[in-house]
C-alpha cells in the first residue's frame, strides 16, 4: 500500500510540470541532464520557470548551453532569444532553476506561441518544442490537485463558451505546489492561480513570497477551503494591493462547477487579462502618447534635395560635368554626385531628428513598508519618438518584466495596431539584470513600453506622535499628498522635502476630486481601474511627484517628464 501512494506522488510530480527533454550521458553512472519546466504550459508572455538537473557521476567536469527560442506564431511574429550555461564538477550534480524569457504577442489574434529549446556541450545534444496557452484567454495555474479531476470539463467548458479561439482549448496550466519557484518572474504572465488551502500549506515559503508579490503587482488567487482555514491562518493579508484574492468553499471530492470556475478568472478577477490589456489599452486613446503629441514629416526639405539631385545627376552632369567627348567622366562625376546628395540626406535627418530620443513616462507606484516588505511595486508606462541611435542594445539593472506595447498606426510606429507585429525583442538574464537587444528601440521610430518591476526601498510616509504631522523618507519631493484617515476624512499637503516633517491640512473630497481624476485618468486602462479601486483606502496615501527615478531602459533617451503617483499605507512606527 506505501509503495503505491509513493507511485501516485511521484506520478502526480511527473504530470504536473513538462519534461523539455532527459539525455542520458554514460549509462553506467547514470550521468544525465534533465531539463523540466515547472509549469506544464507557458503563459503568453512573461517567463517560464525552468529547472536543470546536472547529475555528473563521471571523473571530468562537464558542461551544457542551452538555448531558448520563444516565437509569438508559428511562422511569423515577435521573438525572444536567451541562452544559458552551466558546468557540473566532477562527481557532482546540481540544481538551478532559471526564468525563459517569453515572445511578447503584440496583439490577441497570435493564438499560440512555441518554445523551442536546444542543449550542446560535452553532455550531448537534444531538442524539444512545445508550445503555451492561448494569448486570447485569461492565462490560469491550475494545482494538480485540482487539476487531476477537473481539467477535462475546465476544457471543455472552455471550447464551448467561446473563451478561446483557434486549437488550444486548454484552460490552465499545471503546477506542483511543493515545487513551485521562488520569483515573481515565474508568474508575471499570468492572470490567475487556483489551489486548494492543503496546496498552499504545501508551498515552501520562498514561493509563498514569491506568490504575494505577484499578488501586489495584480494577480488573483482563488483558494479552494477544504478545512475552516481562512486568509489569516494561512499566511496571506487581506489587503493585496493591486491583485485580489477569493476563498471559496470545496467538497472532499475537489470538483469544480466548470462554467462559475470560467466566470471567476473572467469576469469575477479584478483585472482584466494582462495580454489583452497590453494588446488593446495603447492602441488609440493612450493619454500619454497624446500628452506628448505628434510630429509630421518633413517632406519639403527632402523633395528638394531630390530635385537638386535629380538636376545635378541629370542634365548638369551630362552637358557640364562630362560633355560631349568626355563621357567616360560619368563614371567618376555620377558616384560623386551620389555620394553628397546621399550624405547631405543623412545631414539632414541628423538636424531634424537628433541622435538619441526624447519620451515621457507614467509610474504607478505601491510602496509597501509593512510587514518587512520595504518593497516598490511598480507599473511604468512609457512612450518615446527616437532619431538616430547608434545601438540598439541595452541593460535592466534588476528583475522586470518589459513589454512592447501596439501604439496608434503612423509613419513613425515600428510596432502598431496594424496586427501581425515581428520583431526580435530578446532579453538575456545575467546575474541579476538583463541585456536586451533586437528592435525594443529602433531609430526614427515611436514605441511604447509596458514595464512591470519590484524595488526594494525604505521610503516611506511616516506618523509622527504630533497630530496631523508625518513625515517623508522617500529620497525625492513630492509635489502633493492626499490621505484618507480611518474615519474616511480626506487631508492634503504640498511641497514635501525628504525627511521634514509636514502637516496635513482637512479638505472636501469635492475640493480634490478633480486633480485626482486628473492623475488617474492620464494611466491607461487598467491602471486607471487600479487606482479608482484602491484611492479611497483608509489609512493610505496617494503622493504626486516629478522626482521620483524611473525604470532606467535605453540610455540615449532623454525623458522630459517622469510623471509618478505613489500610493501606500501610512506607516506607524
Known amino acids: 500500500m506505501f509503495r503505491y501512494f509513493l507511485f501516485l506522488v511521484l506520478i502526480s510530480r511527473v504530470i504536473a510540470q513538462e519534461t523539455l527533454f532527459r539525455e542520458t550521458f554514460d549509462p553506467k553512472t547514470d550521468t544525465h541532464v534533465e531539463i523540466v519546466a515547472l509549469f506544464s504550459k507557458a503563459s503568453p508572455g512573461g517567463y517560464l520557470p525552468v529547472r536543470v538537473k546536472i547529475a555528473n557521476n563521471l571523473n571530468v567536469s562537464k558542461s551544457i548551453n542551452l538555448g531558448f527560442s520563444s516565437t509569438s506564431n508559428y511562422t511569423q511574429g515577435t521573438r525572444s532569444d536567451s541562452d544559458f550555461s552551466f558546468t557540473a564538477p566532477a562527481g557532482k550534480s546540481i540544481t538551478r532553476d532559471i526564468y525563459v524569457p517569453l515572445a511578447p504577442s503584440g496583439d490577441s489574434y497570435s493564438l499560440i506561441s512555441m518554445l523551442r529549446t536546444t542543449m550542446s556541450g560535452s553532455l550531448g545534444k537534444a531538442e524539444n518544442t512545445s508550445n503555451s496557452l492561448s494569448r486570447a484567454q485569461s492565462a490560469v495555474l491550475l494545482s494538480e490537485a485540482l487539476f487531476t479531476p477537473n481539467g477535462s470539463s475546465l476544457d471543455s467548458a472552455m471550447s464551448t463558451s467561446g473563451s478561446s479561439r483557434g486549437g488550444n482549448d486548454q484552460f490552465a496550466a499545471r503546477f506542483d505546489p511543493g515545487m513551485l519557484p521562488d520569483s515573481w518572474l515565474a508568474y508575471s504572465g499570468y492572470d490567475s492561480m487556483m489551489m486548494t488551502d492543503?496546496?498552499?500549506?504545501?508551498?515552501?515559503?520562498?514561493?509563498?513570497?514569491?506568490?504575494?508579490?505577484w499578488l501586489r503587482l495584480g494577480g488573483q488567487l482563488i483558494i479552494y477551503n477544504t478545512s475552516s482555514a481562512d486568509f489569516?491562518?494561512?499566511g496571506i493579508p487581506e489587503d493585496l494591493s493591486f491583485g485580489s484574492a477569493i476563498m471559496r468553499p470545496i467538497g472532499s471530492d475537489l470538483k469544480l462547477d466548470a462554467a462559475a470556475t470560467l466566470e471567476l478568472?473572467?469576469?469575477?478577477?479584478?483585472?482584466?487579462?494582462?495580454?489583452?490589456?497590453?494588446?488593446?489599452?495603447?492602441?488609440?486613446?493612450?493619454?500619454?502618447?497624446?500628452?506628448?503629441?505628434?510630429?509630421?514629416?518633413?517632406?519639403?526639405?527632402?523633395?528638394?534635395?531630390?530635385?537638386?539631385?535629380a538636376i545635378f545627376v541629370g542634365p548638369v552632369n551630362l552637358f557640364v560635368f562630362a560633355k560631349s567627348g568626355q563621357r567616360h567622366k560619368l563614371f567618376i562625376t555620377t558616384p560623386i554626385i551620389s555620394l553628397i546628395a546621399s550624405i547631405i540626406l543623412i545631414a539632414l535627418i541628423i538636424i531634424q531628428d537628433g541622435f538619441g530620443g526624447s519620451g515621457m513616462r507614467r509610474i504607478l507606484m505601491e510602496v509597501r513598508p509593512d510587514g518587512d516588505q520595504n518593497a516598490a511595486y511598480i507599473h511604468q508606462e512609457q512612450f518615446c519618438r527616437t532619431g538616430v541611435l547608434t545601438q540598439s542594445r541595452f541593460e535592466i539593472d534588476s528583475a522586470t518584466l518589459v513589454s512592447p506595447v501596439p501604439i496608434a498606426q503612423s509613419r513613425w510606429s515600428r510596432f502598431s495596431d496594424r496586427g501581425n507585429n515581428e520583431g526580435n525583442f530578446s532579453l538575456q538574464p545575467i546575474d541579476a539584470k538583463f541585456s536586451a537587444s533586437g528592435d525594443w528601440f529602433q531609430s526614427r521610430s515611436e514605441h511604447g513600453h509596458y514595464i512591470t518591476s519590484i524595488r526594494s526601498t525604505r521610503g516611506r510616509i511616516e506618523k509622527t506622535d504630533t497630530p496631523n504631522t508625518f513625515l517623508s523618507t522617500f529620497d525625492f519631493p513630492i509635489e502633493s499628498l492626499f490621505y484618507l484617515d480611518d474615519a474616511s476624512q480626506w487631508f492634503r499637503a504640498e511641497g514635501i522635502s525628504t525627511g521634514k516633517l509636514f502637516k496635513l491640512t482637512p479638505v472636501e473630497y469635492s475640493v480634490i476630486e478633480q486633480e485626482l481624476n486628473a492623475h488617474i485618468n492620464a494611466f491607461t486602462h487598467r491602471n486607471q481601474k487600479t487606482?479608482?479601486?484602491?484611492h479611497r483606502r483608509t489609512s493610505s496615501y496617494i503622493a504626486i511627484t516629478k522626482a521620483a527615478p524611473g525604470i532606467a531602459t535605453h540610455p540615449s533617451i532623454r525623458w522630459k517628464e517622469t510623471q509618478t503617483v505613489i500610493t501606500g499605507p501610512v506607516f506607524t512606527p
Open 531 to 534: 487606482l479608482n479601486r484602491i
Open 198 to 213: 492543503r496546496d498552499w500549506t504545501t508551498t515552501p515559503a520562498s514561493a509563498q513570497n514569491a506568490i504575494l508579490s
Open 232 to 234: 489569516k491562518s494561512l
Open 265 to 309: 478568472v473572467s469576469t469575477g478577477n479584478i483585472n482584466k487579462p494582462r495580454n489583452t490589456s497590453i494588446s488593446e489599452d495603447f492602441v488609440s486613446s493612450w493619454p500619454l502618447q497624446a500628452h506628448f503629441g505628434s510630429q509630421t514629416f518633413r517632406y519639403g526639405m527632402f523633395i528638394a534635395v531630390l530635385i537638386i539631385f
